[in-house]
């Protein structure tokens, strides 16, 4: 194993100060490690205000071990430069929706050095779009760069009323989680890195990090796409109408507790097996689920979070999700997790010959709920810079990073 024991005390840089991204940075700081948060316009004038005091880190945190950490951290420095923030830093965390990727790593890529490991929290195919930018803009920094299928937790920013509190409570914690760095070559260093992020410890001093068979695995292994799209569209009449109807405080939503059921763990199941025929055709990985895991309240994501075997089942209240929503369909469990998720899926099938009719009709529902193209809007595999190749040009390129233009 690769010593990097020189990361223990270097400053992190966290881009993005979005709920994961101060969520990422606070737990850094209260595990006893120098943050910079950097937050760039028009995002900045919202996310970065109201932090004079510190930035409040609390909540059940729930995990198989127990692991729990709490309190209000302040940040060495607060900035919307992205030069200032990476000059010291030797782990760099972008910890954003990937509708901001591009406009970060334009802003980041000038400004790499030598040696800098960069983590992408969750990857949704930033490191492919990562490496694109880097020899568009001719940079030939030797960076390890790697992305991860979820984040280290499931959190939600605090509000009362019209304001966003600088608080998070942290629903969950993950005790293990899917990665993998582009090309693979790199893999040793950016899973032997999580040792030194504090934001990790829980994965390490659980079941530890899982290194994914390539940065697609990361890709086909982001759960979003399978718990968030059949939840919000085969129970939007449910969402709409809580708090109305129902009589409830709407505030107490959440798909897992109110939608989920049988029914609709089986169109979940099925976005899954067309996920995992795709991944077979490429020769690539994908996290693996038994079915029966589908068929619970919390779904795949107890799983995926806590580890094999974790199951609400149907006839209980999952107390640990009520309050989460969405509360619209104007939501990134739609508006990110269709056009990014599920239209890569979409481009992905047709080139390797795969059906995927389930996929294609949650993206024809997202059109006719939002008003909008999805097929239009998606990511297409031009613009990850891999719509050109051949199936073993992609795995030489994932695996070696050897490509071909």
Known sequence: ?????????????????????????????????????????????????NLQNGFR??????????????????????????????????????ALPAVGHTTFFKELLPHLRDGQIIHIFPDNYGTLLFRK????????????????????????????GPFLLPSTRIIYRAITLRGAALPMTDQEVFLESVKYIGAMDAITH????VGGNTVMDTGFSNVNPILHCPGVILGVGAMENYGLIYGDNKNDFSIYCHVYSPTVSKVQYAVYQEECAIAEAMGVGIQPFAK?????????????????????????????????????????????????????????????????????????MANAMLDRDFFAEGYT?????????????????????????
């Not at 950490?69 to 965390?93: C, L, M, N, P, Y």
């Not at 659980?206 to 990090?209: F, K, Q, R």
């Not at 595999?381 to 233009?405: R, S, V």
Request: proline residues 4%; contains cysteine; glycine residues 12%.
């Open 57 to 94: 880190f609390h909540g059940n945190q729930t995990n198989k071990f127990g692991f729990f950490r709490e309190g209000v951290a302040k940040f060495q420095k607060i900035t919307t430069s992205v030069a200032e923030a990476v000059k010291d830093a030797e782990i760099i965390i972008i």
């Open 381 to 405: 595999l031009d613009y990850l810079g891999i719509g050109h190749m051949t199936k073993e040009e992609l795995l030489a390129y994932l695996h070696e990073g050897i490509y071909t233009a």
């Open 206 to 209: 659980g079941l530890g990090p």
């Open 292 to 364: 029966e895991e589908f068929f619970s309240r919390s779904n795949i994501l107890g799983s995926e979070y806590m580890g094999e075997g974790m199951h609400v089942p149907y006839e209980e209240v999952y107390e640990m999700a009520l309050g989460t929503g969405p509360f619209s369909v104007n939501h990134r469990y739609l508006t990110e997790d269709i056009p990014i998720g599920c239209h890569v899926f979409h481009e992905l099938g047709k080139k390797f010959g795969v059906a995927t009719p389930i996929i294609d009709s949650m993206i024809h």
């Open 133 to 160: 930018l880097m020899r568009e803009m001719h940079c030939e920094k030797q960076v390890v760069v790697g992305g991860w299928s979820s984040a280290p937790y499931g959190s939600r920013i605090e509000s009362e």
């Open 1 to 49: 194993m690769k010593d990097l024991s020189y990361l223990a005390g270097k400053p992190i840089a966290i881009l993005g100060a979005g709920g994961i991204g101060k969520a990422i940075a606070a737990d850094c700081v209260l595990a006893g490690q120098e943050v910079v948060l950097c937050d760039i316009e028009p995002f900045a004038k919202t996310t970065l205000a």
